[in-house]
């Protein structure tokens, strides 16, 4: 079982009780102030990985244009049909229709040049759309493999997984739709403002007033619904992660006849959710209806003024200069102010999908703002060789013998010295968090070749010295050393690759037997792969699976027994070949009689290797070079077996069951 208490307490206590979510006025307040922290460095982010596709966005700038002239020359066009074509031709006795049929041919390849404008522009922006997520879900992937192993212990997978699904979704509508229809929408108000100003002045400027009004109204109720929309994504987040470890959870749900209280835990949540996105989607729906009515009420408006100064002869100023305000230029204002009123309205409504679009952009650059794990090691694993005189020399061909490679700055030059698997901690002191130390004055020397056990009650230390050897954690005090070299001069990667885990909880992943134990060495041959089968006695099983090596394994190999999947990953570090094992509860899931065969492909897996052996069954490490026992984070005993039963200490109390582990 895992130490770490980070782990423990960042995850969601489903099974602990209903809790109050953050549905009342604290949390509508929290993402306020949530909402109020989305500037403009965010959008100028995302727009820097959308611009990477410059020529496409230019090109669908240019459709903009096209199809906004397009949809203004229609309401110009009105006026110019009334004036200039249909009243002249009222008092012709023959009526020419050569020019109004010219006309019309004029405006429909305006509105044909419209229309394939418009459909370039939604092909573009879905291709630029779809090509801006995936570089941002390869970033986000990239990265989350950088971030230490903290960051995974203190946030729950499931808001992980929201990041990669709702988060990026709404960057999906904000690009593909809600871009192209502001920018359409921005232009398309220029140009039937400026086409308002050649019509009429005094009209322009009463729907100008109008205009200042509705903004008003609706500003109000954007502000309203981009609040809900913050917390909508925050609670969707919060109830991806707490589904995700329900359904981790199920068996122990269920063995503790938990599912009322999971339920109600739930049905907070998810009332939440509800709460947020409805007071979102309604003040969002509101907006389409008011801003109808407000065309409506001003185009009846427009109409009556216009009729009146048209009927009482005053003197329409306009940018073509002082006119008579005429039938044909009422009309085709009255159609430029349904073009005006509808963009906005357009503009209005895409708010709402920007702020939930950008509240998700801020929870992906909060990922991707996370400090990755850090790394001055400069201290490199190589394959190596002696040459005639007895000397380590770097080869490119796997020859079984190891070195640290050492760079020397002030010469360039550069030593190697050969990995035997020495470990050593010397007084060291962690905590997973500054306030408490989990491990105090820790001192222990592991000799090439030796089998050191870790045994102790469940919290007392032992996985947490193990994450200290891989580097997971960094430590408070002390030093450890890898074959003399302290551990923080050696890269993580090569540290790494030089030690072979096997966790008591397997990870097996989707695809065939022969690539989950491929997975420890990924240049292995399948008959390499096979070998490390055989040794800790898999082979037997395996061949017994439908399709052999060749069985693909899905939801985490959960067609197989436990004892099974443990198999596995052992043969998994087998292949691996690395000169130092991790063995924490190796063989916990394994039944005593399989164990006693594992425990011989163990053996010979060990030979010749330092291993760290962490068992709660003192059975498995009685032969172990040296035993140590631990309490609350120091060792109070070290010894063989035979010496610490001698000594009749608390290992002596352990083994006779004077006292139990857990």
Not at 207 to 233: D, E, H, N, P
Not at 341 to 369: E, K, T, Y
């Amino acid at each position: 079982m895992s130490d770490n208490p980070s782990k423990q307490s960042a995850q969601p206590k489903g099974l602990s009780g209903p809790r109050r979510g953050p549905s009342g006025p604290m949390g509508i307040k929290q993402t306020a102030q949530t909402l109020k922290a989305l500037d403009r460095a965010t959008f100028s982010r995302l727009m820097q990985r959308i611009l990477v596709y410059k020529k496409q966005f230019v090109l669908v700038l240019v459709c903009i244009v096209l199809s906004a002239v397009a949809s203004v020359s229609s309401s110009l066009f009105l006026g110019r049909l009334i004036d200039h074509y249909i009243t002249p031709m009222l008092s012709q006795d023959v009526p020419d229709y050569a020019p109004l049929v010219r006309a019309l041919l004029i405006m429909a390849c305006i509105y044909l040049v419209g229309i394939t404008a418009g459909f370039l522009q939604n092909r573009i922006m879905a291709v630029i759309g779809q090509g801006v997520l995936k570089k941002i879900r390869d970033e986000m992937f990239a990265h989350m493999q950088t971030l230490p192993i903290r960051y995974f212990d203190t946030h729950s997978y499931g808001d992980i997984m929201s990041r990669y699904t709702n988060d990026t979704d709404t960057l999906r509508q904000l690009i593909t739709q809600s871009i192209p229809q502001m920018l359409s929408s921005l232009m398309t108000v220029l140009s039937v403002f400026v086409s308002m100003l050649i019509q009429s002045l005094w009209l322009t400027l009463i729907m100008l007033l109008f205009l200042v009004l509705m903004t008003r109204v609706t500003g109000k109720i954007v502000g309203k619904s981009g609040t809900y929309f913050v917390a909508q994504q925050k609670s969707l987040g919060e109830m991806n992660a707490y589904i995700e470890e329900m359904i981790n959870g199920q068996k122990v749900v269920k063995v503790f006849c938990h599912e009322e209280k999971t339920k109600e835990e739930f049905d907070l949540k998810n009332d939440h959710l509800f709460d947020v996105s409805s007071k979102a989607n309604i003040y969002s729906s509101i907006m389409g209806p008011i801003n109808n009515n407000f065309g409506y009420i001003i185009y009846a408006i427009l109409a009556i003024i216009g009729g009146a100064l048209a009927i009482g002869g005053v003197t329409n100023v306009s940018l073509r200069g002082i006119n008579t305000l005429t039938v044909g230029a009422i009309a085709s204002f009255l159609q430029l102010s349904r073009n005006f009123i509808m963009p906005i309205g357009q503009l209005s409504q895409q708010l709402n999908v920007i702020v939930m679009a950008m509240a998700g952009a801020g929870r992906i650059f909060q990922l991707l703002d996370e400090a990755p794990e850090t790394d001055q090691g400069y201290v490199t694993l190589v394959n190596a060789r002696r040459n005639g005189s007895g000397a380590l020399e770097e080869t490119k061909e796997r020859t079984g013998l190891w070195a640290w490679k050492h760079p020397h700055q002030a010469d360039g030059s550069v030593s190697y010295t050969e990995l035997k698997g020495e470990v050593t901690f010397d007084h060291v002191d962690f905590g997973y968090t500054d306030e408490k130390l989990v491990l105090h004055d820790i001192t222990l020397y592991a000799r090439q070749g030796q089998k050191v056990a870790l045994v102790g009650a469940t919290g007392a230390g032992k996985t947490t010295i193990t994450n200290l050897i891989n580097r997971f954690y960094d430590i408070a005090d002390g030093k450890v050393r890898y074959d003399e070299i302290n551990i923080n001069k050696i890269r993580k990667a090569d540290l790494r690759h030089s030690l072979g885990v096997i966790l008591q909880d397997v990870n097996l992943f989707t695809g065939t037997v022969m690539d989950n134990i491929r997975y420890g060495k990924l240049d292995a041959t399948d008959e390499e792969c096979i070998a490390a089968a055989k040794l800790v006695n898999a082979d037997s099983f395996i061949n017994m699976l439908p399709d052999g090596y060749n069985t693909v394994l899905e939801s985490d190999g959960a067609n197989l027994s436990q004892g099974q999947r443990q198999l596995l990953s052992i043969a998994r570090a087998a292949v691996a070949d690395p000169p130092v094992m991790i063995m924490d509860e190796a063989t916990s899931s394994i039944d005593t009689r399989t164990e006693a065969i594992v425990q011989k492909g163990m053996d010979a897996l060990m030979q010749g290797r330092t291993v760290f052996v962490i068992a709660h069954r003192l059975s498995t490490v009685q032969n172990a070079d040296v035993i140590m026992v631990l309490e609350d984070g120091r060792i109070i005993e070290r010894g063989t077996h035979a010496q610490l039963i001698e000594k009749k200490g608390k290992y002596y109390q352990l083994y006779t069951g004077a006292f139990e582990l857990e």
